[in-house]
């Protein structure tokens, strides 16, 4: 139930700044901060974009007019990525997707296949596209996921579903492109409303000091910091493989 509100309320979220035409292109949960009631906010828009709209163009100008004139006291000659540059590398590998590695056009789907992979690694505890970085771009582009619990279990089907849907390679086939809001009647979220999305604190046990220092990391809420995770050991395999690849390959050129 958890991972459900959770995924309820990042995708409310998204549906806001669908609204406003921004596409955030890092979501992940890093970038997700949870509030004294454990609340999502999102944060780091430092790779978002606005979508090409009337009103948006003047924003996007008056915005780089204010912060080249600020860059220009401060620091004489620097250069300022505009807001609305379409060659600008950004995200995070796991969470590409691919529509970015083959160089098409940015949407608000980018945002969603990140949410599909948000949603994956709640429910199974894994990512569902993972590899050494020479291999994640082909497998995110060629490759399908496992669709399993963590423990090799079936998914529920109204989540495998909606996942199938979320982690469609072509972003014209992806649930959302006509309407962000069809997501939100998926029959996962059934017995959702928006009225009970958010967790109130009374209904929850205490905090102690302790959680309250680590409370607004959402990202240790599923990727615990323990050497026994999956994840911890995933990634030692692949610093491990990664290792002897690199002396392999420097031993050749000598």
Not at 23 to 44: A, C, G, S, W, Y
Not at 88 to 101: A, N, Q, V
Not at 232 to 251: H, S, V
């Amino acid at each position: 139930q958890e991972v459900k509100i959770y995924s309820y309320q990042i995708l409310l979220i998204l549906e806001f700044l669908s609204t406003l035409g921004i596409i955030h292109r890092d979501v992940k949960f890093d970038n997700f901060l949870l509030d004294e009631q454990l609340n999502l906010k999102l944060i780091d828009f430092g790779s978002a974009k606005l979508q090409p709209r009337k009103e948006n163009q003047e924003i996007i100008n008056r915005i780089n007019q204010q912060v080249e004139s600020f860059l220009r006291n401060v620091e004489p000659g620097s250069e300022l990525r505009s807001l609305d540059d379409k060659d600008t590398e950004t995200g995070s590998s796991l969470y590409l997707p691919p529509e970015f590695i083959e160089k098409a056009e940015t949407s608000r789907m980018w945002d969603l296949w990140s949410f599909g992979i948000m949603v994956y690694r709640m429910a199974t505890r894994r990512f569902p596209f993972y590899a050494n970085p020479y291999l994640l771009p082909d497998i995110i582009c060629h490759k399908e996921p496992d669709f399993l619990n963590e423990d090799g279990s079936p998914l529920d089907p109204n989540l495998l579903n909606l996942l199938q849907l979320l982690l469609i390679k072509n972003p014209k086939k992806r649930i959302g492109y006509n309407d962000i809001k069809e997501i939100r009647k998926h029959s996962y979220f059934s017995e959702i409303s928006e009225m009970n999305t958010y967790f109130v604190s009374q209904s929850r046990r205490s905090i102690s000091k302790l959680e309250i220092n680590d409370r607004m990391s959402f990202n240790r809420r599923w990727t615990p910091y323990s050497k026994s995770h999956p994840l911890q050991e995933d990634y030692a395999k692949q610093f491990t493989w990664f290792f002897f690849y690199r002396i392999f390959k420097i031993r050749l050129n000598k």
